[in-house]
């Protein structure tokens, strides 16, 4: 039967938007060990901010602590770094840098009373070498100038004095936080300081600066091996680092448009830099909040402040990390939860296939996030307990929490190609307005880059099918032989009315 020779006229339902609104869990406080909760819930109340600015930022202050200082041994040669990359996003008037200041001041504390702790030694150390360049210099002055027959021992003297010389360091300050760096400033700083560096902002300028702003290409090595713990090396005319075991955190609070430009910058997804995040993405209460809170109580904020300065200071004695192990009930939980999580990672019929990249990396984060909880509650002794499976189904628990918020995030961002794909033919559809097309004709207004063959469109088609805006149907013989009509779509009437 061609087109216009068709009579029946159905009933359509309204359409199933293609990215309806996400269930986005609000952040499980409740899983913190008591310091630390009552601090986010008193913040979240003062500021009236949703409970997963503060939390999240809070999981950053423990990895700024941690990182480099810490890692997890969870079974075989498995070993996780205690770092992090968390990155909230909420729209502009949401008072970002005033929960940022709140919970990274006792970081600056901490890193003021290592600064203080570190000054003796360091103005020795420079004056001991300073001390041991002069006598080098005097002593080749001298073997320079000296006769014959004494020169000999006094240039084995002056190399002797400059090879002590050269041999004398001076310690840095101790830096633990650093705001938006570029990427060759972050690796210096993450080499002067032993391994660790954390990035805390309450802006996404660092996504501007690694994907080139200054330098005209992305530059994101550092970034990418600073989350994962690979050995970082530099080899450059003006310098050369070697880090065998980088650790930077990244604490971020964002606009959400932040979240949409990232997500096209070349090289971003592709080699894996937006799968070492952990997302949040709250409901704003901008319009909804109280006028008049209660404030931090001062104890709450008193013992936070005192926590976090004794967890910083208690771990940045470590040369060698600390290792932390998990207790046998611990691992199972864990074993469990990978069981879980495995199978939702195919491509074809997995919940996170679309994001396997950064769902692949969940189990990682929730040991990372396991061992910081663990911390917290074990402040200067975390590394002579194993971690309980108490901590470590609440460590899964804010895995579940990040998992539904990056589901959301990644919509935001186009991961899913099915969903991107549907939404071009949903245009072509909008743009002609047909009542009734064939897959043919469909086809041939699509672009090839989306759609190389025809039979491209098919999980595309499937998919606004199964939302209500299509209706495939297979068209009478026209004759007795022959093949077969090409199947045909009939077309949602008020498609043009609708938003997908």
């Known amino acids: 039967m061609a087109p216009d020779e068709v009579t029946e006229q159905p009933v359509w339902e309204e359409p199933i938007p293609l990215s309806g609104p996400r269930h986005l869990p609000p952040f499980p406080v409740h899983v913190f060990p008591a310091w630390l909760g009552e601090f986010v819930t008193a913040v979240a109340e003062e500021t009236q901010t949703p409970l997963d600015l503060p939390g999240s930022i809070a999981l950053s202050v423990l990895a700024a602590a941690a990182g480099g200082r810490a890692v997890v041994h969870v079974r075989g040669n498995w070993r996780e770094p205690t770092n992090l990359y968390v990155v909230c996003a909420l729209p502009p008037a949401n008072r970002k840098s005033a929960v940022f200041a709140l919970l990274t001041d006792p970081l600056y504390e901490a890193e003021r009373q290592l600064k203080a702790q570190m000054a003796p030694a360091i103005v020795e150390a420079a004056l001991t070498a300073r001390l041991a360049r002069e006598a080098a210099d005097k002593a080749a002055a001298k073997a320079a100038g000296a006769d014959a027959d004494k020169r000999e021992q006094l240039v084995s003297d002056a190399v002797g004095l400059a090879q002590t010389a050269e041999s004398l360091t001076v310690p840095v300050e101790p830096l633990l936080l650093a705001d938006d760096s570029t990427s060759e400033t972050v690796t210096s700083l993450i080499s002067e300081q032993g391994g660790r560096l954390a990035v805390m902002s309450a802006e996404g300028g660092i996504f501007d600066i690694i994907a080139g702003r200054y330098s005209g290409a992305p530059n994101m090595e550092v970034f990418l091996k600073g ?6 090396r530099v080899n450059r005319q ?3 680092e070697y880090i065998d075991h980088p650790a930077l955190t990244i604490g971020l609070a964002v606009q959400p448009d932040v979240l949409r430009d990232i997500a096209k910058v070349r090289g971003f997804d592709g080699r894996g830099l937006l799968a070492r995040f952990l997302y949040s993405m709250p409901v704003s209460l901008v319009g909804e909040r109280e006028i008049v809170t209660d404030p931090i109580p001062e104890s709450v904020r008193i013992r936070y402040e005192r926590n976090v300065v004794t967890l910083t200071l208690a771990l940045a004695e470590w040369t060698d990390p600390a290792v932390i192990q998990l207790s046998p009930e611990a691992d199972k939980a864990l074993i469990a939860y990978q069981q879980r999580v495995e199978p939702q990672l195919k491509v074809r019929g997995g919940a996170l296939g679309h994001i396997a990249n950064w769902a692949g990396k969940l189990a990682g984060a929730v040991v990372r996030t396991a061992a910081l909880l663990h911390l ?4 200067d002794t975390g590394h002579t307990k194993p971690v309980t499976v108490d901590t470590m189904q609440a460590a899964i628990s804010i895995g579940e929490y990040f998992t539904a918020h990056a589901l959301a995030v990644f919509d935001v961002m186009g991961a899913d190609p099915t969903v991107a794909r549907a939404r071009a033919v949903l245009e072509v559809l909008r743009t ?4 009734d097309v064939s ?9 090839r880059s989306e759609f190389p063959n025809v039979t491209d469109l098919e999980p595309a088609t499937t998919l606004l099918e199964e939302h209500g805006y299509l209706r495939a149907y297979q068209p009478e013989r026209t004759g007795a032989r022959g093949r077969p009509p090409a199947p045909r779509y009939r077309v949602h009437p008020a498609l043009m009315e609708v938003t997908a």
């Open 227 to 232: 989350h994962a713990g690979d050995r970082l």
């Open 376 to 379: 917290a509650e074990h402040l």
């Open 432 to 435: 002609e307005g047909w009542q």
């Open 238 to 240: 003006t310098r050369r």
């Open 439 to 447: 897959r043919r004709d469909l086809f041939t207004k699509l672009s």
